[in-house]
């Protein structure tokens, strides 16, 4: 996009505004009320100014706004729920097996390619994808693990409730 062609013809309908804003002002002169044109083209130009007491309001108004914004971002957020991990682990888990299936498929087809670099770029990028999906994996379900509350005699319990054996 061209920045001064775009600059150039915004300035250009500036320019037009204003000539019809004097225009408009003839005619409301014509007409007989010449203190309704010299209002309308004396509100639209300069800017109107603050008080200092509206400006000291606004400034304590913002005060507080940004002082209110930096607390809610101060506080931590809450831990992911049992729910929420289970949920982060199953996803995990199918990226992971995507990415093992994509690994060996493409083993499969660029074995034959390792001299050249299209095959070996396309190896070590399936198996950077499969590492780091394995290590997401590995990660949720490590805490998710960190989640279940363990007692002395083996068994887990997760949001209140105990879970079989079999899950621990």
């Known amino acids: 996009?061209?920045?001064?062609k775009l600059f150039e013809v915004i300035r250009e309908l500036h320019a037009?505004?204003?000539?019809?804003?004097?225009?408009?002002?003839?005619?409301?002169?014509?007409q007989g009320d010449p203190g309704a044109a010299t209002a309308y083209l004396q509100g639209k130009r300069g800017r109107k100014s603050m008080e200092d007491r509206e400006r000291k309001e606004v400034s304590v108004r913002m005060k507080k706004y940004w002082a209110d914004?930096?607390?809610?971002?101060a506080e931590t957020p809450s831990?992911?729920?049992?729910?929420?991990?289970?949920?982060g682990m199953g996803a995990a888990q199918t990226e992971?097996?995507?990415?093992?299936?994509?690994?060996?498929?493409?083993?499969?087809e660029f074995s034959d390619m390792l001299d050249h670099p299209?095959?070996?770029?396309?190896?070590?990028n399936a198996a950077t994808k499969e590492r780091r999906a394995a290590t997401k994996y590995k990660e949720s379900v490590r805490a998710f693990?960190?989640?279940?509350?363990?007692?002395?005699?083996?068994?887990?319990?997760?949001?209140?409730?105990?879970?079989?054996?079999?899950?621990?």
């Not at 037009?16 to 014509?30: G, M, T, Y």
Request: aromatic content about 6%; glycine content about 4%; proline content about 3%.
């Open 16 to 30: 037009e505004k204003d000539k019809l804003d004097q225009v408009i002002a003839n005619l409301e002169q014509l």
């Open 118 to 124: 299209d095959g070996t770029l396309a190896l070590y």
């Open 145 to 168: 693990r960190e989640k279940l509350a363990r007692h002395e005699d083996g068994t887990a319990q997760l949001n209140g409730r105990r879970l079989p054996r079999i899950l621990i």
């Open 79 to 87: 831990a992911p729920s049992a729910q929420e991990l289970s949920q």
């Open 96 to 108: 992971y097996y995507e990415a093992a299936a994509e690994y060996t498929h493409t083993v499969a």
């Open 1 to 4: 996009m061209n920045y001064d």
């Open 69 to 73: 914004k930096s607390k809610k971002t």
